[in-house]
């Protein structure tokens, strides 16, 4: 997986930083940024969220992340950048409250 992805010609930069859960079982945890604010979407460092993959859609971005846990539950984030709106499996959030949305799913 690459470290470090652009997307929609530069507009966001995706950081993939891993990190060790236990074990020697490592995880892949992205960080979104838009590159004209330098707002930081997301940052799931040091968390348990695991990046499966991401795709450029002609709207925004899309991501497929895993929890870290036995289930290794999946969740799609589809970011749409000139709403401001982001789909969590279907639920609309805010762009802004993606952080705080997944904080929740965590016990």
């Given amino acids: 997986m690459e470290l470090e992805q652009y997307f929609h010609q530069g507009r966001f ?32 460092t040091n ?20 929890k870290y846990s036995e289930n290794q539950e999946q969740y799609e984030i589809q970011i749409f950048i000139d709403k401001n709106e982001a789909l969590i499996n279907d639920t609309a959030i805010s762009i802004f409250e993606i952080d705080a949305f997944l904080n929740k799913l965590v016990p």
């Fill in 47 to 66: 968390k348990i969220w695991d990046l499966s993959s991401v795709k450029e859609t002609e709207f925004g971005v899309t991501l497929l992340i895993e």
């Fill in 13 to 44: 930069k995706l950081d993939v930083i891993p990190h060790e859960m236990k074990m020697s079982h490592w995880i892949y945890a992205p960080v979104l940024t838009d590159t004209l604010s330098n707002h930081c979407y997301f940052n799931l």
